[in-house]
T-cell receptor, first 114, second 112 residues
Framework: EPEVTQTPSHQVTQMGQEVILRCVPI?????FYWYRQILGQKVEFLVS????????KSEIFDDQFSVERPDGSNFTLKIRSTKLEDSAMYFC????????????FGDGTRLSIL | GENVEQHPSTLSVQEGDSAVIKCTYS??????FPWYKQELGKGPQLIID?????GEKKDQRIAVTLNKTAKHFSLHITETQPEDSAVYFC???????????FGSGTKLNVKP
């Protein structure tokens, strides 16, 4: 079964540095998402992406964050000037129809800001 | 925006018993409700979903019910097994708005 793959599985970064989290969505999917899960808390929506542009974003997704689909397979989340509170699991997801079909999640990247 | 509440936060059952997890949502425009199972170190995996034009859906030992009037939906797991132990999340979304709202999760522990 096709999978969403995320790299790296764990990223450790110094506060203030920039970090890029990478995802390869399922190949025939059209909608891509990033979520965040702070340890022990609920999964929080960050952003959705369709047709090479952001379609929805949450209040969390401010100017510190950006997303990009640099080629036909990768989907990236960039976090600039990282803060301690950015430490969390970041999940990428994709689906074929946006909002009315199951989303497939990757296994996440654990981001630790020191 | 949408607010999804989930209860209980932890649930412990004996193997073979049933488990029920309940969620409520606030936005009556929400019309798609997936349930996810998250095992340690893994991403959420879809186990069952329901759309607003259906009141109940079943897949082997798992069923989901939806009450649109009351704005709540529930996950039912029958004949629980130790491998059902995980964290379960409900979610809600509005079709054509590519945004999912998750509940806070239920940690299910099935004791052998």
């Amino acid at each position: 079964e096709p999978e969403v793959t995320q790299t790296p599985s764990h990223q450790v970064t110094q506060m203030g540095q920039e970090v890029i989290l990478r995802c390869v969505p399922i190949s025939n999917h059209l909608y891509f998402y990033w979520y965040r899960q702070i340890l022990g808390q609920k999964v929080e929506f960050l952003v959705s992406f369709y047709n090479n542009e952001i379609s929805e974003k949450s209040e969390i997704f401010d100017d510190q964050f950006s997303v990009e689909r640099p080629d036909g397979s990768n989907f990236t989340l960039k976090i600039r000037s990282t803060k301690l509170e950015d430490s969390a699991m970041y999940f990428c997801a994709s689906d074929g129809a946006g909002g009315l079909q199951p989303q497939h999640f990757g296994d996440g990247t654990r981001l630790s800001i020191l | 925006g949408e607010n999804v509440e989930q209860h209980p936060s932890t649930l412990s059952v004996q193997e073979g018993d049933s488990a029920v997890i309940k969620c409520t949502y606030s936005d009556s425009a929400s019309n798609y409700f997936p349930w996810y199972k998250q095992e340690l170190g893994k991403g959420p995996q879809l186990i069952i979903d329901i759309r607003s034009n259906v009141g109940e859906k079943k897949d082997q030992r798992i069923a989901v019910t939806l009450n649109k009037t009351a704005k709540h939906f529930s996950l039912h797991i029958t004949e629980t097994q130790p491998e059902d132990s995980a964290v379960y999340f409900c979610a809600a979304s509005i079709y054509n708005f590519n945004k999912f709202y998750f509940g806070s999760g239920t940690k299910l522990n099935v004791k052998p």
